[in-house]
């Protein structure tokens, strides 16, 4: 029998570092948030397949306060993870928080303790047992450290709760104690990364009034479009701050001629239309910066090949960048500049449909990103409204 627990326990703890490995090896921001955190870690561990573990997980952290935020309990219901987060007392844990001197691990069995299992509910937080809706027969704590500390405790294991099933419950307590320490950085990296590119985007395109708003809107018209798109959280999550980096290659463009009133001459406009392939060189070759930079290089393309710098036709544009050539549209048309009046959201609208001198929306514009843009548009107009007064 004690083998056989024993293979059990080792079998969970494989499972948790190859979790771990693989978490690292992908790691990104947005894997990091919420309960995703740790799903798959708590999955691995609560009962279900054939594997030993317990029915319910209760995890508590400390706030940046250091008092005892709420308590979670989960469990498996039909092969899926639920999580209760209702008002559950944390006296429970707080002494085992608190205590410097008491063992970082606590096993408790009923039958070690108390003459009944009724007599043992007696010692244990009313929250937790409404939630569990089960007797409690045993349960195993340990200490969650690092820069959130916590615990957790793992509730009625079959049979007794023995010193495996605590080894277990000890690699899961690092695996979450790791890697909400972790997250917390890569979080304040992401924040500093966003920031960084916001300044680039605004240093950028300094010169042109009202760039501060365009850049925002700009990046919630392409976030908009994507998502309604069905496209993938993650590219819907990097487009929403990658699309106010279209434009910076201007930065390399003369403010005379960013701000000239009237038509460009010829030399001008060639000059000008380097900015998209400026923007590329800009961002360089970082991995983060990919859908960027396909913003950058692409969103002058049009979907008939007469767009520029390279003549890219259909799919061969940058999905990124087709996406952001509506929102920069619809943004250009709306708005104020030194050589033109704004528009209002039902004639950007008529352009969208039926063009005008610059604009042959059949020719210009993917259609499937058209087709979404016309399904939102009245989410456009709120987005424009909404952030027109904003710096």
């Not at 042959?360 to 989410?379: N, Q, S, Y």
Request: hydrophobic share 40%; aromatic share 8%.
């Amino acid at each position: 029998m004690a083998d056989d627990l024993c293979e059990m326990s080792l079998q969970q703890t494989r499972e948790l570092l190859l979790l771990t490995d693989m978490t690292l090896q992908n790691i990104r921001c947005r894997r990091f948030t919420g309960e995703e955190l740790y799903q798959e870690a708590l999955e691995k561990i609560l009962r279900g397949r054939g594997r030993r573990g317990p029915d319910s997980i209760f995890i508590v952290f400390r706030d940046f306060s250091g008092n005892i935020s709420r308590g979670r309990v989960f469990h498996l219901v039909g092969g899926a993870l639920i999580e209760k987060d209702d008002n559950i007392s944390t006296s429970f844990v707080a002494d085992l928080l608190a205590a410097e001197a008491r063992a970082d691990v606590v096993i408790s069995n009923w039958a070690d303790s108390c003459a009944s299992i009724a007599e043992y509910q007696e010692n244990l937080p009313g929250g937790i047992k409404e939630i569990v809706q089960a007797p409690i027969r045993n349960f195993v704590t340990y200490r969650i450290s690092g820069d959130s500390p916590g615990a957790i405790i793992a509730l009625n294991y079959p049979g007794r709760a023995t010193e495996y099933d605590a080894d277990v419950l000890q690699s899961l307590a690092v695996v979450i104690g790791s890697l909400v320490t972790l997250s917390n950085e890569v979080r304040e990296t992401e924040k500093a990364f966003i920031y960084t590119i916001e300044a680039l985007a605004r240093a950028c395109e300094a010169a042109e009034e009202q760039t501060g708003k365009h850049i925002m809107r700009v990046n919630r018209f392409a976030g908009a479009l994507a998502a309604n798109m069905g496209l993938a959280a993650d590219f819907v999550e990097t487009i929403s701050y990658s699309a106010q980096m279209h434009d910076v290659g201007k930065i390399r463009i003369p403010t005379a001629i960013l701000l000239k009133r009237g038509r460009l001459t010829r030399e001008e406009m060639e000059l000008m239309r380097m900015h998209p392939v400026y923007g590329e060189q800009i961002l360089g070759d970082s991995p983060r910066l990919e859908i960027a930079r396909e913003i950058a290089i692409a969103h002058h393309e049009n979907w008939d090949g007469s767009g520029y710098p390279h003549g890219l036709k259909g799919s061969d544009i940058p999905l990124a960048g087709r996406i952001a050539k509506i929102a920069d549209v619809y943004d250009a048309l709306r708005s104020e500049r030194s050589y033109k009046a704004p528009v209002s959201h039902e004639e950007a609208l008529r352009v969208f449909r039926e063009g005008d001198e610059r604009i042959d929306p059949r020719a210009h514009f993917d259609p499937e990103v058209l087709a979404t843009f016309f399904k939102i548009g009245p989410m456009f107009e709120r987005i424009y409204e909404s952030m027109a007064e904003k710096v």
